[in-house]
């Protein structure tokens, strides 16, 4: 089957530590974002990349780092440096300058 | 980051009933997409609008992306239990760093009880 997965669904962290949230698609897109949720709030894009081996800052950049080896795949590392990391972390991607599609997201809860 | 002006923020549906949201910007935009998310799990695509005037249906689903490209609406049809969720607005301007999304910021849609 063909589309983005996000693993894992449910992660728990000790404050301090850094944790990486996996993405992987097999669409064959070229690029992959990632976005932060909050509740009762919209998406807020994190980074994102259009191509291996380049990615941009999104609008919420500080207190994350991405990189992107293989075009399929695009891990987050939310670090302790980002001082409110609990929320629902979804990954999209899309053929360049196409509609992004998103995957079933991760949800990171800091203990 | 900018964000879309979605209204209603909720709304209660009986079966049966029409509902409608818009979104509105500041800015215009390529593309108006319509997307709808159920509680812990990704958005789904529901419609894609690809030119200003455009009138677009997909089942009960009817999306218009407006003449100015400065804002959209959708309407459900006869609308059912499953229809609940929250609907997110997204527009999209090609050439933009990364072909970025700027999100409405919902309307959720819940069942009178």
């Known amino acids: 089957d063909g589309g983005i997965t996000q693993s894992p669904k449910y992660l728990f962290r000790k404050e301090g530590q850094n944790v990486t949230l996996s993405c992987e698609q097999n669409l064959n897109h070229d690029a992959m974002y990632w976005y932060r949720q909050d509740p009762g709030q919209g998406l807020r894009l994190i980074y994102y990349?259009?191509?291996?081996?380049?990615?941009q800052k999104g609008d919420i950049a500080e207190g994350y780092s991405v990189s992107r080896e293989k075009k399929e795949s695009f891990p987050l590392t939310v670090t302790s440096a980002q001082k409110n990391p609990t929320a629902f972390y979804l990954c999209a991607s899309s053929m360049r300058g196409d509609t992004q599609y998103f995957g079933p997201g991760t949800r990171l809860t800091v203990l | 980051g900018q964000q879309l002006n979605q209204s209603p923020q909720s709304m209660f549906i009986q079966e049966g009933e029409d509902v409608s949201m818009n979104c509105t910007s500041s800015?215009?935009?390529?593309?108006w997409l319509w997307y709808k998310q159920d509680p812990g799990e990704g958005p789904v695509l529901l419609i894609a609008l690809y030119k200003a005037g455009e009138l677009t249906s997909n089942g009960r689903l009817t999306a218009q992306f407006g003449i100015t490209r400065k804002d959209s609406f959708l309407n459900i049809s006869a609308s059912i239990p499953s229809d609940v969720g929250i609907y997110f607005c997204a527009g999209q301007l090609f050439k933009a760093a990364g072909n970025k999304l700027t999100f409405g910021g919902g309307t959720r849609v819940l069942v009178k009880p």
């Open positions: 800015s215009i935009f390529n593309t």
């Open positions: 990349s259009q191509i291996v081996n380049d990615f």
